[in-house]
């Protein structure tokens, strides 16, 4: 199998333009892409928060329940805005003849997945300001240090925007997608440390959380959040580097298979 790795000589007007082409349709559509963006992720911090946070009370180490939900359900949502872009928004883009008629042009198939992926990062990096803005006014983002969310974030966006492209590119229909959501990105939404600490699951169970790449991004931004980085963060970072360096190439020999054989 011949992978197409990331190369020399890439165009940057050639993802930059189709980049730009995301963004116009993202302000054309701007009243009903806010709800995903900033609307819906902030009612749901709302209600984690004051809701489950009531009962809760502090953790162990005594932060408060907020404060300790809050990095993981910011970080979560980035996921979710990752995949759709490059699994639900780009299956449409294939369906329509969108990167067909781009490859007409002088652009690769790798600089389509590069140009869907950065706005990938774009959209978590937006969902992420944005809720985190709400939450520092509630004072569940107390530390200056959490503006370095955006570094996972970024890095949320790059992963996830990866995987995406796997289930776009061999999709036979849009039903299909929808295991995307199900059967990948709620599990890891939920067994990633968002709403719990991964300590308190069964033995057996954490190796294959730890093992899910949402689980070091939230660890990195739980580490911003509450200024108490270390170590670990680190290996979370690389972990999430390899787990990349695995994945894009595979997207883009499938999206190539899809589009030219």
Do not use: C
């Not at 349709?25 to 709800?35: N, P, Q």
């Not at 190796?207 to 270390?230: E, N």
């Not at 170590?231 to 997207?251: E, M």
């Amino acid at each position: 199998m011949n992978l197409a790795i990331p190369t020399p000589g890439i165009r940057r007007r050639s993802v930059t333009g189709l980049w730009l082409r995301h963004a116009v349709s993202f302000v054309r559509y701007w009243k009903f892409v806010l709800t995903w963006v900033l609307i819906e992720p902030v009612i749901i911090l709302v209600a984690v928060g004051f809701g489950v946070g009531k009962l809760v009370g502090t953790m162990d180490d005594g932060v408060s329940y907020a404060q300790f939900v809050t990095p993981g359900l910011i970080i979560g949502n980035a996921m979710f805005h990752a995949l759709f872009e490059t699994s639900w928004n780009a299956y449409n883009r294939i369906d329509n003849d969108v990167y067909e008629t781009a490859l007409t042009t002088p652009i690769t198939i790798l600089e389509i997945t590069m140009g869907d992926i950065l706005w990938a990062v774009t959209r978590s990096i937006l969902t992420v300001v944005g809720t985190a803005i709400v939450a520092a006014l509630f004072g569940w983002l107390n530390h200056w240090e959490a503006i370095g969310m955006i570094i996972p974030a970024i890095m949320v966006g790059i992963t996830f925007g990866a995987l995406g492209f796997l289930f776009s590119a061999v999709a036979p229909h849009t039903t299909f997608l929808t295991l995307v959501f199900t059967l990948v990105a709620s599990p890891m939404f939920f067994f990633s440390g968002s709403f719990f600490p991964i300590s308190i699951l069964p033995d057996w169970v954490e190796p294959i959380a730890w093992a899910m790449p949402l689980t070091s991004a939230v660890h990195i931004g739980r580490g911003f959040a509450l200024a108490s980085l270390d170590i670990t963060h680190l290996w979370a970072a690389l972990y999430l580097i390899a787990v990349t360096a695995v994945l894009w190439p595979i997207a883009v020999f499938l999206l190539r298979r899809k589009l030219i054989s």
